[in-house]
């Protein structure tokens, strides 16, 4: 645990090199990088925190910023310029990181991102209708189960097609994050202003952007529209038979892409 901006954060800090800080996705935790972190240390410092409210880190009642937190870690292990690899939300958290501090941000790796104000489309709210349904808004287990057949086996997978140990996994840290979610609808939870969606143009560091290929249509088209509108990025290929949480998915080939884009982009 680690004091950051009044409040405690949960994080692991491995390996030596120059630092790659991991941001999780919002249906998950820290947890979720197990296999991406021991690949990255062997060249990096690899840095994976836990978002406030999330994981073992704590949610004080006061008006906060992710993306605030995030360099106010870096400031606390005394990390100057970090490379950040984001998943879904954290993907939105890495951005905004980027946009706000850009002199922080030596690089970005964005897998399955979500994008401060991106509207979901009325196809992916129909997919949401047909696949799952009406939950009732305070049953964490039934709204964890909901999820995780959303995003994590995806619109065009079965249950029986994904790893069952991958979903037991999955649900157990949605389980978690959804009381989090819960805690955090009582908190001020400040996003940059404009939002990131308008201002992809912006980030002049070097880009990474890819999807599950088994994940939702919106998120492979937000893949290109960072890979588009970023001055300096690219667009990795999606990846095969993965949805929503990729790194768990697909580990050889999302470290594989990873650390070739770290090597190429210079960090």
Same mark, same amino acid.
């Given at each position: 645990?680690?004091?950051?901006?009044? %409040?405690?954060?949960?994080?692991?800090?491995?390996?030596?090199?120059?630092?790659?800080?991991?941001?999780?996705?919002?249906?998950?935790? =820290?947890?979720?990088?197990?296999?991406?972190?021991?690949?990255?240390?062997?060249?990096h410092r690899v840095i994976a925190p836990d978002l406030r409210g999330y994981g073992e880190s704590?949610?004080?009642? %006061? #008006?906060?910023?992710?993306?605030?937190?995030? @360099?106010?870690?870096?400031?606390?292990?005394? !990390?100057?310029?970090?490379?950040? @690899?984001?998943? $879904?939300?954290?993907?939105? !958290?890495?951005?905004?990181?980027?946009?706000?501090?850009?002199?922080?941000?030596?690089?970005?790796?964005?897998?399955? %991102?979500?994008?401060?104000?991106?509207?979901? $489309?009325?196809?992916?709210? &129909? +997919?949401?209708?047909? /696949?799952?349904?009406?939950?009732?808004? &305070?049953?964490?287990?039934?709204?964890?189960?909901?999820?995780?057949?959303?995003? @994590? !086996?995806?619109?065009?997978? =079965?249950?029986?097609?994904?790893?069952?140990?991958?979903?037991?996994?999955?649900?157990?840290?949605?389980?978690?994050? +959804?009381?989090?979610?819960?805690?955090?609808? *009582?908190?001020? !939870?400040?996003?940059?202003?404009?939002? *990131?969606?308008? =201002?992809?143009?912006? +980030?002049?560091?070097?880009?990474?952007?890819?999807?599950? *290929?088994?994940?939702?249509?919106?998120?492979?088209?937000?893949?290109?529209?960072?890979?588009?509108?970023?001055?300096?990025?690219?667009?990795?290929?999606?990846? #095969?038979?993965?949805?929503? +949480? /990729?790194? /768990?998915? =697909?580990?050889?080939?999302?470290?594989?892409?990873?650390?070739?884009?770290l090597a190429e982009a210079g960090r």
């Amino acid at each position: 645990m680690i004091e950051v901006n009044g %409040t405690r954060l949960g994080y692991d800090d491995t390996g030596k090199g120059s630092p790659v800080l991991l941001l999780h996705a919002g249906i998950a935790d =820290r947890r979720m990088w197990r296999e991406q972190v021991p690949a990255l240390a062997t060249r990096h410092r690899v840095i994976a925190p836990d978002l406030r409210g999330y994981g073992e880190s704590e949610l004080p009642p %006061t #008006p906060f910023a992710h993306h605030t937190d995030v @360099v106010g870690l870096l400031d606390a292990l005394g !990390v100057e310029r970090a490379a950040l @690899v984001g998943c $879904s939300f954290g993907g939105a !958290v890495a951005i905004d990181t980027a946009l706000t501090h850009p002199d922080r941000v030596s690089a970005l790796a964005l897998l399955g %991102t979500a994008v401060t104000g991106h509207e979901w $489309s009325d196809d992916t709210n &129909d +997919l949401w209708d047909s /696949l799952v349904g009406e939950i009732e808004p &305070d049953d964490d287990a039934a709204g964890a189960a909901a999820e995780v057949r959303f995003w @994590v !086996v995806g619109p065009h997978r =079965r249950p029986e097609d994904v790893d069952p140990a991958l979903l037991r996994f999955a649900h157990e840290m949605d389980e978690r994050a +959804l009381a989090t979610e819960h805690a955090l609808s *009582a908190v001020d !939870v400040a996003v940059p202003e404009p939002p *990131a969606i308008g =201002r992809l143009h912006e +980030l002049r560091m070097p880009v990474l952007a890819t999807a599950g *290929a088994a994940d939702l249509p919106d998120i492979g088209r937000l893949a290109d529209l960072v890979a588009a509108t970023a001055p300096d990025a690219t667009r990795l290929a999606d990846v #095969p038979d993965a949805a929503h +949480l /990729l790194p /768990l998915e =697909r580990p050889a080939a999302v470290n594989a892409a990873l650390l070739d884009f770290l090597a190429e982009a210079g960090r």
